[in-house]
């Protein structure tokens, strides 16, 4: 029997990209899942193929009673509500970030009251020290031992993200909940909101942008990983892992400007690329060590990503209106969108 066979599973943030990614795989293992999601940027349609087999509460977290509510009954919680959006949005909303704070500890603290068996939270690169991800010429693969005082986070969101990773090694150390954190780094796929840098470039070639704009001078490198890794590991964590913290991402880079000029060809798209360096552009080199996932988890990931990239782009084309895409993208750019 699967682990999942009708387990009782809550997923905070699972009409997300992520965590609809997430509750689909977990539905069809056999697990009871149960979804938590104020749908500020999830959607119901993200859920449609298991609308059906899923308990929907559309909540607020933040509220007490409400996360109280979220979590009786439950065995395992996936923790992937957050406030988040792309590099525009962490850099320049930084109070809405720091909602976080008040968010994970009150997920937290209720999932243990309810005697929760273990609580998985999807965690960052964010957490990692942005000194070690500086420089273009010296590539540093970002261990999990890495992160320690005196802290030098991405920004007030990744001091959230550094905050509730500290605050469930805390809560195993004291009552033995189970506690992993997740590390994920810059995760892609169908469904990824135009916030995130590559949905960005699918969405600016969807409506033929020329010249076609890309934030940064596009020599910053990232290891862009495909949703369907992220789950996989995610929820492999939760089989194998009570405690600790795991990079899930991938361990090779590639510039933001020849994901630009990959994309533009998958589109067919000819258009003349403009760097804007006045963009947030967040770290220079973010890449992951992946010993310790490949250790215990026995992950790597498995998209390519060109198969990975062509397969967004298929979702993006076949699923948007270009017309409402091209009236709105500077604001999808920027911003989370409410959903109905």
């Not at 109280?68 to 395992?76: F, K, L, N, P």
């Not at 968010?103 to 070690?132: E, H, I, K, N």
Request: aromatic content about 8%; proline content about 4%; some cysteine.
């Amino acid at each position: 029997m699967s682990f999942w066979s009708n387990r009782r599973v809550l997923v905070t943030g699972g009409a997300s990209f992520i965590g609809s990614h997430l509750t689909e795989r977990l539905v069809g293992l056999g697990a009871s899942v149960r979804v938590a999601d104020n749908l500020s940027s999830g959607s119901l349609a993200n859920l449609g193929s298991v609308e059906s087999d899923t308990e929907i509460l559309r909540v607020d977290l933040r509220d007490p009673q409400a996360a109280a509510d979220a979590a009786a009954g439950i065995e395992t919680v996936f923790h992937l509500a957050a406030d988040h959006g792309g590099r525009g949005y962490i850099e320049q909303q930084e109070v809405a970030c720091a909602s976080n704070f008040a968010l994970d500890q009150t997920v937290f603290g209720t999932a243990a009251r309810a005697g929760c068996d273990q609580v998985v939270f999807a965690s960052s690169a964010c957490v990692y020290p942005v000194g070690l991800q500086s420089s273009l010429a010296d590539t540093v693969a970002l261990a999990e031992d890495d992160v320690g005082p005196p802290y030098e986070p991405d920004g007030l969101y990744g001091m959230a993200k550094l905050a509730a990773e500290r605050t469930l090694d805390a809560m195993y150390r004291g009552s033995g909940i189970g506690a992993v954190a997740c590390r994920y780094f810059t995760v892609y796929g169908p469904r990824n909101p135009e916030s995130h840098g590559l949905a960005a470039m699918i969405a600016r070639a969807f409506v033929r942008e020329d010249p076609f704009e890309i934030w940064g001078t596009g020599e910053q490198r990232r290891n862009w990983t495909h949703v369907d890794d992220i789950v996989r590991g995610t929820i492999v964590a939760a089989e194998k892992l009570t405690h600790g913290e795991v990079n899930l991402g991938a361990t090779t880079t590639r510039s933001v400007l020849e994901a630009a000029e990959l994309v533009l060809q998958l589109t067919g798209h000819e258009a003349a690329i403009v760097p804007q360096p006045e963009k947030p552009t967040g770290p220079l080199n973010r890449v992951a060590d992946g010993a310790r996932a490949r250790r215990l988890l026995g992950f790597v990931p498995e998209v390519p990503f060109e198969s990975g990239l062509a397969s967004t782009i298929d979702w993006y084309f076949s699923t948007q209106v270009r017309d409402e895409i091209r009236a709105d993208l500077d604001r999808r750019l920027m911003e989370r969108l409410d959903q109905p």
